[in-house]
C-alpha cells in the first residue's frame, strides 16, 4: 500500500461520522496507519539522510581522486623532464594534464553538487506537500472536534 493510500485511510478515520453523535476516532488504528506510513516513506529520505551523513566522505573522495590525478599528471610530467630532448614537450604536456585534472576536479565536485541539490530539492517538495496534507488533515480534525462538541450541547 503507497503513502497516498494510507494517509487517506487515515483521513477517512480521522474525518469519517456516522450515526447520530458520530463515529469515535479509533486511536489504535490511527496509530497503525501513522506507523505504516513511517515504514513506507519513499527511498529519497532515506538516501537524503545518507547524503548528509556521508557528505563530507563523498567530497573528500572527490578530492583524493582530484589530488591522485594531479599527482600522476606531475609524475608524469617529470618523468618527461626528465629525458632532456623533450623537455619543452613535456613541460606543455604537464600544464594540460594539470588543467585537465583540475577541470575534472571542478567537473566532479559541481556533479555531486548538483545532485545533492536535486536530492535536497526533491525532498523538500515531498516533505512540504505532507505537512501541508497534514495541516489540512489537522484543521478537518479539529473543525470535527468543534463540531461535535457543538452537538453535544
Request: proline share 1%; charged share 35%; net charge negative.
Amino acid at each position: 500500500m503507497d503513502i497516498v493510500n494510507l494517509l487517506d485511510e487515515l483521513e477517512a478515520e480521522l474525518s469519517d461520522k456516522k450515526g447520530f453523535f458520530g463515529k469515535k476516532v479509533d486511536l489504535d488504528k490511527c496509530y497503525d496507519l501513522v506507523c505504516r506510513i513511517k515504514a513506507n516513506l519513499p527511498a529519497t529520505l532515506r538516501e537524503m539522510d545518507y547524503v548528509i551523513e556521508n557528505k563530507r566522505k563523498i567530497l573528500e573522495n572527490a578530492d583524493v581522486v582530484a589530488k591522485n590525478t594531479i599527482r600522476e599528471a606531475e609524475e608524469r610530467a617529470e618523468h618527461l623532464i626528465d629525458n632532456s630532448e623533450i623537455m619543452r614537450m613535456a613541460e606543455l604536456e604537464s600544464k594540460k594534464l594539470i588543467e585537465n585534472a583540475c577541470m575534472q576536479c571542478d567537473g566532479l565536485v559541481h556533479h555531486t553538487k548538483d545532485h545533492l541539490d536535486s536530492m535536497f530539492k526533491d525532498t523538500e517538495q515531498f516533505l512540504l506537500s505532507t505537512l501541508t496534507m497534514i495541516r489540512n488533515n489537522r484543521e478537518e480534525l479539529r473543525g470535527a472536534m468543534i463540531v461535535n462538541r457543538k452537538e453535544k450541547y
